[in-house]
């Protein structure tokens, strides 16, 4: 109760912010994007999780205007990298309450807008669970996003309601392997269920990404099985603006 009220107001005290954590392309060593992540500083607090908060702002119509402002600070953030010669895509993730609750194609293309980035700059995280409700609602809004050149990426893939049966209606450019596959991919059964995974993934042309990469263990496995795109505490935690800006520089 206290946490949801104090929710109402942090927008408007300004104690959201964002932090981007690096995606890794391990064949030919590069950055190929971020994703936001958003942090909430409560002044009494201090630092409270958005696996604590968002779930509470999907409880409400509060989670709207949460996304939009998220949307709009990652796509101004993207804006400025492309400007200074970054031009790396920004991953946001969504809500699946949202997609029920409003327009996200509608959304999406105002912020869009108002910031003019790039669409092919802009990439957005769904999940599983989004497809368990008024599944042709979702396709069509992601459908209408696609078309504005903003790319869709299945985030932790593999854990909830298997969507498997649904990837080929879904509109989809990339699957975020779920960080489980990458704790336990030193069990040979847990790798059969990978490689059928990015095989699938290929003959139907969507990229995967593995979450949690954490050891080199982890991208030695990974890359034996074909997966060369990689998110996690091996190549960087998320960071601040300011940590980001002092350490894309030194990259190359
Ligand atoms: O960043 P962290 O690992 O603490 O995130 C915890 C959970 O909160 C993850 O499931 C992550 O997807 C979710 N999360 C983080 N930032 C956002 C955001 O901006 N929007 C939404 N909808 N979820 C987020
Ligand atoms: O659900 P989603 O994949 O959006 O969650 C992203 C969350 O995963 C972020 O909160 C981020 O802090 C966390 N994360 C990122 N890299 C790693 C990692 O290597 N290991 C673990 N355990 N968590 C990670
Ligand atoms: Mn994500
Ligand atoms: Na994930």
């Given at each position: 109760?206290?946490?949801?009220?104090?929710?109402?107001?942090?927008?408007?005290?300004?104690?959201?912010?964002?932090?981007?954590?690096?995606?890794?392309?391990?064949?030919?060593?590069?950055?190929?994007?971020?994703?936001?992540?958003?942090?909430?500083?409560?002044?009494?607090?201090?630092?409270?999780?958005?696996?604590?908060?968002?779930?509470?702002?999907?409880?409400?119509?509060?989670?709207?205007?949460?996304?939009?402002?998220?949307?709009?600070?990652?796509?101004?953030?993207?804006?400025?990298?492309?400007?200074?010669?970054?031009?790396?895509?920004?991953?946001?993730?969504?809500?699946?309450?949202?997609?029920?609750?409003?327009?996200?194609?509608?959304?999406?293309?105002?912020?869009?807008?108002?910031?003019?980035?790039?669409?092919?700059?802009?990439?957005?995280?769904?999940?599983?669970?989004?497809?368990?409700?008024?599944?042709?609602?979702?396709?069509?809004?992601?459908?209408?996003?696609?078309?504005?050149?903003?790319?869709?990426a299945m985030d932790?893939f593999?854990?909830?309601?298997?969507?498997?049966?649904?990837?080929?209606?879904?509109?989809?450019?990339?699957l975020k392997l779920?960080?489980?596959?990458?704790?336990?991919?030193?069990?040979?059964?847990?790798?059969?269920?990978?490689?059928?995974?990015?095989?699938?993934?290929?003959?139907?042309?969507?990229?995967?990404i593995?979450e949690?990469?954490?050891?080199?263990?982890?991208?030695?496995?990974?890359?034996?099985?074909?997966?060369?795109?990689?998110?996690?505490?091996?190549?960087?935690?998320?960071?601040?603006?300011?940590?980001?800006?002092?350490?894309?520089?030194?990259?190359?």
């Amino acid at each position: 109760f206290e946490l949801q009220k104090d929710l109402q107001s942090a927008l408007d005290y300004e104690q959201f912010y964002l932090v981007y954590q690096p995606k890794w392309n391990t064949l030919s060593h590069s950055l190929i994007g971020f994703e936001a992540l958003i942090r909430w500083h409560h002044p009494r607090d201090g630092l409270i999780s958005p696996g604590e908060f968002i779930p509470i702002a999907e409880e409400s119509s509060y989670i709207i205007p949460l996304t939009k402002w998220i949307l709009k600070t990652a796509c101004i953030q993207a804006k400025q990298w492309d400007s200074e010669g970054y031009h790396l895509p920004v991953s946001v993730n969504l809500s699946s309450s949202h997609f029920r609750a409003d327009n996200v194609a509608e959304l999406v293309r105002t912020v869009l807008n108002e910031t003019e980035l790039s669409p092919h700059l802009l990439e957005l995280e769904i999940t599983e669970s989004m497809m368990l409700y008024d599944l042709n609602n979702v396709i069509e809004q992601l459908q209408a996003i696609r078309s504005l050149g903003v790319k869709i990426a299945m985030d932790d893939f593999g854990t909830g309601y298997s969507s498997i049966g649904l990837l080929d209606q879904i509109p989809l450019d990339t699957l975020k392997l779920d960080r489980v596959f990458t704790r336990n991919i030193d069990t040979k059964s847990k790798r059969a269920i990978v490689r059928a995974i990015i095989l699938m993934a290929e003959s139907l042309q969507i990229q995967v990404i593995a979450e949690g990469v954490e050891t080199q263990e982890h991208v030695d496995y990974l890359t034996q099985l074909g997966c060369h795109y990689m998110q996690g505490y091996f190549y960087a935690k998320p960071m601040k603006v300011s940590d980001i800006n002092e350490w894309l520089p030194r990259l190359s």
